[in-house]
C-alpha cells in the first residue's frame, strides 16, 4: 500500500542539515557519493513513518549505498545483525518493527518515474555519465530533489527475511588451526577451498 507522507521543504535529513549530512558521508565512505546523499533521504522518509521509541530492523534491497546510509542513521548495522541485504538490485530500502509478530514496516524507493524533472539525478543512475562528469553537479540537485524523487510504501516482511542467524558452537579447524563455525561442516570454509589468498 502506497503512503502519500507530506514531503518537507527544509532541507534536513534523520535530524541533521544536509551539509552535516555531506560531512558524514565525506568521513564515512571516502566522498559524497550520490546514492548515499540519497539514501540519507530514504532513511529519513521511513523513521518519520515509524512509531517513535520502537527497536526495528533495516532490509536493504542493494549492496550498493543504502547498507551505508542505514548504518549512519540508525543503529542498525551488519555487526549487531540488524540490518541485512536482499541482493535484489532494487534502490529499496526497508525499517520494520523487530518486535511485534507481523513484521510490519515502510519501504522507501527511488522512483525513477520522478525522475524526469532531475537530469542529473536521472543521468546517474540510470549510469548515462561517468562518475566524475556526474560527481561535483549532482549534490546540489539531491540536496534540491530531496524526498521528491521517493516511493514509500506500507508493508509486512515475509518471516524469512526476519530470521536472525546465530554462529552457534565453535570449534578449531583441524586444517588451518583457527576457530570457525561448526556448522560449517568438518573444515572451515577456506579450508573447503573457498580460500581467498594465494
Known sequence: MSIQ???????????????EFVEMVRRFHGYEAPGLLIGGFMVGMALEQLPANILYDAISETRTCLPDAIQLLTPCT???GW???????RF?????????????????????RKLIAWPEIYAWFFKLKSKESTRHSITDEIKDAGEAILGIQRIQVAGEFCVKH???KIGI???????????????????????MYL
Open 173 to 195: 579447524c583441524p586444517k588451518c588451526d583457527e576457530a570457525y563455525p561448526v556448522r560449517d561442516g568438518d573444515l572451515c570454509l577456506a579450508c573447503q577451498g573457498n580460500e
Open 78 to 80: 551488519f555487526g549487531n
Open 92 to 112: 529499496a530500502l526497508t525499517l520494520y518493527d523487530k518486535t511485534r509478530g507481523d513484521h510490519k514496516g515502510v519501504r522507501v524507493f527511488l522512483d525513477h
Open 166 to 168: 546465530h554462529n552457534g
Open 83 to 89: 540490518l541485512k541485504i536482499a541482493p535484489f538490485g
Open 5 to 19: 507522507p507530506a514531503l518537507r521543504t527544509s532541507c534536513e535529513i534523520a535530524g541533521y542539515s544536509f551539509d
